[in-house]
T-cell receptor
Framework: DGGITQSPKYLFRKEGQNVTLSCEQN?????MYWYRQDPGQGLRLIYY???????QKGDIAEGYSVSREKKESFPLTVTSAQKNPTAFYLC????????????FGEGSRLTVL | LAKTTQPISMDSYEGQEVNITCSHN???????ITWYQQFPSQGPRFIIQ???TKVTNEVASLFIPADRKSSTLSLPRVSLSDTAVYYC???????????FGTGTRLTVIP
């Protein structure tokens, strides 16, 4: 089935550690996005990529890094510089020539101990 | 940035029709209006999308007036499983500035 796969679903991290969240899509979409969601809040854009080997900062990029070496993959690294990393992270993709519809993964919940 | 405004929460009894209105005064000519549904600890999922007038699918209807500055999501005969947060977004292809806001938390009461 076509879709977006995020892993791991749950992740625990000690303060000062970097962690990488995986996002893979087989929808042949050009654009991919990472969002952060805090309890009771909407989604905030961290990074987005519209083509391979190119990505742009979103509204809250500080403390995060990404790469886009393959069309199918857009991993997100939460670095130790992120002051409040405990959150629900969502990856999405969309077709560049579509109508802007976003397809989301099931999310990764990161907890910093 | 096409910002949207929605009610924070709504309650409805099972079996009733629910209408959620979204304001988007600065919608651009090439923007579409898309509604998503999100359950706790899950990613949002697409419900319906439209550009103008009315769109209907198997789960909802979307009403868009001629000026496109607002839209109304209509859920017919809601059930308990429709309890979720509903987001209204405006944007076009390749949009990277979609504003999610806090959405509308719909609670369906038995």
């Amino acid at each position: 089935d076509g879709g977006i796969t995020q892993s791991p679903k749950y992740l625990f991290r000690k303060e000062g550690q970097n962690v990488t969240l995986s996002c893979e899509q087989n929808l042949n979409h050009d654009a991919m996005y990472w969002y952060r969601q805090d309890p009771g809040q909407g989604l905030r854009l961290i990074y987005y990529s519209q083509i391979v080997n190119d990505f742009q900062k979103g509204d809250i990029a500080e403390g995060y890094s990404v790469s886009r070496e393959k069309k199918e993959s857009f991993p997100l690294t939460v670095t130790s510089a992120q002051k409040n990393p405990t959150a629900f992270y969502l990856c999405a993709s969309s077709a560049q020539r579509g109508t802007g519809e976003l397809f989301f993964g099931e999310g990764s919940r990161l907890t910093v101990l | 940035l096409a910002k949207t405004t929605q009610p924070i929460s709504m309650d409805s009894y099972e079996g009733q029709e629910v209408n959620i209105t979204c304001s988007h005064n600065n919608i651009a000519t090439n923007d579409y209006i898309t509604w998503y549904q999100q359950f706790p600890s899950q990613g949002p999922r697409f419900i319906i999308q439209g550009y103008k007038t009315k769109v209907t699918n198997e789960v909802a209807s979307l009403f868009i007036p001629a000026d496109r500055k607002s839209s109304t999501l209509s859920l017919p005969r809601v059930s308990l499983s429709d309890t979720a947060v509903y987001y209204c977004l405006v944007g076009g292809p390749g949009a990277n500035n979609l504003f999610f806001g806090t959405g509308t938390r719909l609670t369906v009461i038995p």
